[in-house]
């Protein structure tokens, strides 16, 4: 069976070659890879609203809202009985994953990856995890294009192409934003906009949202019309709409970093989903908006139903008082992140993009209904534009995508009305934020170990390029106790080099280096044979590459700061080899031609 594939591929391949363009398979591959990324989303936004149909309209509106407390329970222990015994490989968070893949592993993901995510971010969301399925439906996306790259053998760019492609399909089809979504492909996975990129982008976007059309109809996650003009006098509120959006997007942040290093220090992962299936348990039975992606509390928000998102409270408090309508929907803006950093802790699969959603279009709807409280202002504003351009504004500041938060919301709402207080409100906080957190929630972490691609091209070529291949071994070695005389018969005449690495016997630690010009004035002098030892004219090398902790940039800078055209590395102290600027900067020029080409 395998042969008779190998050969089918094979055959295909050669017919390819003969009779299909590079460019034009790329094409084909990018309306294949959208499509596969738009059946992703259909598969796990059907599964979830499943389960979530199947629990929490039937299990607590016929039996009793404690339901609420041993959902996420169940869910947690499926998810981590499904990964340790059926998947067998941990299952990361969507994007990231993704990022990590592109940036280190030359957009190579493993086929585990490519179900994964569906089998189980429907469970955990399904069973009342605070998480969205976006980042699922990306990574699920990502994963089959990688696989259908590798199959089709074409070079790491295409593939990073590819699974920029799959993200465009993914988004287009969750939230019928083909626009939208080729900028968060370009925005997040930080693609070039050249016209090479921008066909397959637009191709596996079209393919998506037709893919969503088909299955869905012409259902959309965020139904909205217009009603409420633009006008220029609520300018100084989308100001203060943007300062609260960067605010609160560092909160969020802020919250996630830290309940994650916090669940990072729990060794056991049965320990971790019970503290977070019980913590979380507790937040949705007395808060159950929580519950979910919570797409219906954003809708019955834009539509001026506050009464609906908070009628379930189990205080059973006057809705009446604007004030303290206000004062819950504020609550649910604070406690939404800590629901969806416990999900994650707890060991459950998602996303952060429909949280960061539903935390946006709330804030937005409080500071709107504050501001109208108050009753100061000559004129209403709107309540539903401002719940909108919230989601914006904490897209833009969470997600560091301004431009995906701008032309998002534009595309869902039908129109281009609001684009100004969407630029407005998207510019501040995105500004706020990116001074306090340089990088996204996205690529948080990779941003640390200096592994993130972004659109710097030198710093992005510099990512991609790996260490191992251009550390050189062919060094003779001396040891300390060689005299004058062993080192010219056992390294000089048997060496092409003209540096000498010293090394201890015993442990194969670095002590220093010898140059051939440090030598070449004694080396022909007999006499000093006997009496003149290694460590007397070893050198102590200008720098040291440390494998485990230099980063390509770390080591083009020791190169520049020393001056020196060979650097030696080290790994746990203990020699490895050196690296020669001359092989980086070929190294460099070659992957430089690969990312541009």
């Known amino acids: 069976m395998a042969a008779l594939k190998k050969s089918w591929l094979t055959n295909f391949l050669v017919w390819r070659a003969k009779h299909i363009s590079q460019r034009q398979f790329i094409y084909l591959l990018s309306i294949l890879v959208g499509f596969t990324s738009g059946i992703a989303a259909v598969i796990l936004k059907n599964l979830t609203h499943f389960f979530q149909h199947l629990l929490e309209g039937n299990l607590v509106r016929y039996y009793h809202q404690a339901f609420y407390f041993v959902f996420p329970i169940i869910g947690f222990t499926t998810v981590y009985l499904i990964i340790k015994y059926v998947?067998?490989?941990?299952?990361?968070?969507?994007?990231?994953?993704?990022?990590?893949?592109?940036?280190?592993?030359?957009?190579?993901?493993?086929?585990?990856?490519?179900?994964?995510?569906?089998?189980?971010?429907?469970?955990?969301?399904?069973?009342?995890?605070?998480?969205?399925?976006?980042?699922?439906?990306?990574?699920?996306?990502?994963?089959?294009?990688?696989?259908?790259?590798?199959?089709?053998?074409?070079?790491?760019?295409?593939?990073?192409?590819?699974?920029?492609?799959?993200?465009?399909?993914?988004?287009?089809?969750?939230?019928?934003?083909?626009?939208?979504?080729?900028?968060?492909?370009?925005?997040?996975?930080?693609?070039?906009?050249?016209?090479?990129?921008?066909?397959?982008?637009?191709?596996?976007?079209?393919s998506g949202i037709i893919t969503s059309y088909f299955f869905f109809g012409n259902d959309i996650l965020l139904p909205f019309k217009l009603e409420d003009d633009f006008i220029m006098s609520d300018i100084p509120f989308y100001l203060v709409l943007g300062l609260f959006a960067g605010l609160t997007s560092i909160y969020f942040t802020e919250v996630y970093e830290r309940v994650q290093?916090?669940?990072?220090?729990?060794?056991?992962?049965?320990?971790?989903?019970?503290?977070?299936?019980?913590?979380?348990?507790?937040?949705?039975?007395?808060?159950?908006?929580?519950?979910?992606?919570?797409?219906?509390?954003?809708?019955?928000?834009?539509?001026?139903?506050?009464?609906?998102?908070?009628?379930?409270?189990?205080?059973?408090?006057?809705?009446?008082?604007?004030?303290?309508?206000?004062?819950?929907?504020?609550?649910?803006?604070?406690?939404?992140?800590?629901?969806?950093?416990?999900?994650?802790?707890?060991?459950?699969?998602?996303?952060?993009?429909?949280?960061?959603?539903?935390?946006?279009?709330?804030?937005?709807?409080?500071?709107?209904k504050a501001i109208n409280t108050v009753g100061i202002f000559p004129n209403q504003i709107s309540e539903s534009n401002f719940t909108l351009v919230g989601m914006a504004g904490l897209m833009a500041g969470v997600l560091h995508a301004p431009l995906t938060a701008i032309f998002l919301i534009a595309e869902v709402t039908g129109g281009y009305e609001l684009f100004i207080p969407l630029m407005i409100t998207s510019a501040i906080s995105f500004s706020i934020t990116k001074y306090v957190h340089p990088h996204s929630v996205y690529n948080m972490e990779l941003g640390r170990k200096g592994e993130l691609?972004?659109?710097?091209?030198?710093?992005?070529?510099?990512?991609?390029?790996?260490?191992?291949?251009?550390?050189?071994?062919?060094?003779?070695?001396?040891?300390?106790?060689?005299?004058?005389?062993?080192?010219?018969?056992?390294?000089?005449v048997k060496s092409n080099r003209n540096i000498f690495p010293v090394i201890d016997k015993e442990d194969n630690t670095l002590l220093g280096i010898i140059?051939?010009?440090?030598?070449?004035?004694?080396?022909?002098?007999?006499?000093?044979?006997?009496?003149?030892?290694?460590?007397?004219?070893?050198?102590?090398?200008?720098?040291?590459?440390?494998?485990?902790?230099?980063?390509?940039?770390?080591?083009?800078?020791?190169?520049?700061?020393?001056?020196?055209?060979?650097?030696?590395?080290?790994?746990?102290?203990?020699?490895?080899?050196?690296?020669?600027?001359?092989?980086?900067?070929?190294?460099?020029?070659?992957?430089?031609?690969?990312?541009?080409s």
């Open 515 to 596: 140059l051939l010009d440090d030598i070449r004035p004694i080396m022909f002098d007999q006499k000093l044979y006997k009496e003149i030892m290694a460590a007397d004219v070893m050198n102590t090398p200008p720098d040291i590459i440390e494998l485990d902790k230099d980063k390509m940039t770390d080591i083009m800078e020791k190169f520049q700061n020393s001056g020196a055209w060979n650097l030696p590395v080290i790994k746990d102290e203990k020699y490895i080899g050196f690296i020669s600027k001359s092989k980086l900067l070929t190294a460099y020029r070659r992957k430089l031609i690969n990312l541009t």
């Open 87 to 206: 998947i067998r490989n941990k299952v990361s968070h969507g994007i990231p994953s993704t990022l990590f893949a592109i940036s280190k592993k030359k957009g190579i993901m493993r086929k585990y990856q490519m179900f994964g995510s569906i089998l189980t971010a429907p469970i955990t969301v399904g069973f009342g995890g605070s998480v969205g399925l976006e980042g699922p439906t990306v990574a699920t996306g990502a994963a089959i294009s990688s696989n259908i790259s590798r199959m089709f053998h074409v070079n790491q760019t295409t593939r990073n192409l590819l699974i920029g492609c799959a993200a465009a399909g993914a988004m287009s089809s969750i939230f019928k934003a083909p626009i939208a979504a080729i900028i968060f492909a370009i925005e997040v996975f930080s693609l070039d906009l050249t016209i090479a990129s921008m066909l397959p982008l637009l191709l596996a976007s079209l």
């Open 261 to 368: 290093k916090l669940f990072d220090k729990i060794d056991s992962p049965v320990k971790r989903l019970l503290y977070g299936g019980i913590a979380i348990g507790i937040l949705i039975y007395l808060v159950p908006p929580l519950y979910g992606e919570g797409f219906d509390v954003i809708n019955n928000l834009i539509k001026g139903n506050p009464e609906k998102v908070l009628e379930n409270n189990i205080f059973q408090l006057d809705l009446t008082n604007a004030w303290l309508v206000i004062g819950l929907l504020a609550g649910l803006v604070f406690f939404k992140i800590i629901a969806c950093a416990l999900t994650f802790g707890a060991g459950g699969v998602g996303g952060i993009f429909a949280p960061t959603l539903f935390m946006g279009s709330i804030m937005g709807n409080c500071i709107a």
């Open 453 to 492: 691609i972004t659109h710097d091209k030198d710093h992005a070529v510099l990512t991609l390029m790996d260490i191992d291949k251009v550390i050189e071994d062919n060094f003779v070695p001396i040891y300390p106790e060689m005299n004058l005389g062993e080192i010219v018969h056992q390294a000089v």
